[in-house]
């Protein structure tokens, strides 16, 4: 039996559930945010509680109900507070800025790297050497920080790129000369 997909979700007061058929829509302070349920997966929400089913235990129904549990739960949580994730700098004259809703990346390349916001995503630069990433949607919060890391990843001898707050590079040695 899946552990995760057994617990209940209690919802928190202030925040709207609505299930409509497989769309399970959800409305808190924050924002709103829907989400299409699988066809062999139930959910039921009575009396502030929200309950998710399998009819069997298939495979793929195992991995569905713990996962649509952790998803519904997730977007309970985003609407009630927001998702964030940060980034760290580190290189000589590697630098983040922000100009509007666009993020201005200057990582060593001839040009400088703009990314624009997508809608429900906010970008704040507090020191040009951080970048902070947030939203109410925790899978696109997770996409956009993963996007920007990928335009300039650590490298393992000097450390140099965009790398999580809490992501440990593991260093080489590099050359031995004699």
């Given at each position: 039996?899946?552990?995760?997909?057994?617990?209940?979700?209690?919802?928190?007061?202030?925040?709207?559930?609505?299930?409509?058929?497989?769309?399970?829509?959800?409305?808190?302070?924050?924002?709103?945010?829907?989400?299409?349920?699988?066809?062999?997966?139930?959910?039921?929400?009575?009396?502030?509680?929200?309950?998710?089913?399998?009819?069997?235990?298939?495979?793929?129904?195992?991995?569905?109900?713990?996962?649509?549990?952790?998803?519904?739960?997730?977007?309970?949580?985003?609407?009630s507070k927001e998702f964030e994730k940060q980034l760290e700098i580190n290189g000589?004259?590697?630098?983040?800025?922000?100009?509007?809703?666009?993020?201005?990346?200057?990582?060593?390349?001839?040009?400088?790297?703009?990314?624009?916001?997508?809608?429900?995503?906010?970008?704040?630069?507090?020191?040009?050497?951080?970048?902070?990433?947030?939203?109410?949607?925790?899978?696109?919060?997770?996409?956009?920080?993963?996007?920007?890391?990928?335009?300039?990843?650590?490298?393992?001898?000097?450390?140099?790129?965009?790398?999580?707050?809490?992501?440990?590079?593991?260093?080489?040695?590099?050359?031995?000369?004699?």
């Open positions: 039996m899946s552990r995760i997909g057994n617990k209940p979700i209690t919802v928190p007061e202030g925040i709207e559930v609505k299930l409509d058929g497989k769309k399970v829509t959800v409305k808190g302070p924050k924002g709103t945010l829907e989400k299409v349920v699988h066809n062999n997966i139930d959910v039921k929400f009575e009396n502030g509680v929200i309950t998710v089913t399998r009819p069997n235990d298939e495979k793929e129904n195992r991995s569905l109900h713990g996962l649509t549990r952790t998803l519904i739960n997730n977007m309970i949580q985003g609407v000589v004259g590697y630098r983040a800025a922000k100009q509007g809703k666009t993020l201005v990346l200057t990582l060593g390349y001839s040009h400088p790297v703009k990314m624009d916001e997508p809608e429900g995503i906010t970008y704040e630069v507090p020191n040009p050497n951080s970048i902070i990433v947030k939203g109410i949607d925790k899978e696109l919060v997770g996409q956009m920080a993963a996007e920007i890391r990928e335009k300039r990843p650590p490298e393992v001898y000097r450390g140099k790129g965009i790398k999580y707050v809490d992501e440990h590079i593991r260093r080489k040695e590099g050359k031995t000369g004699k």
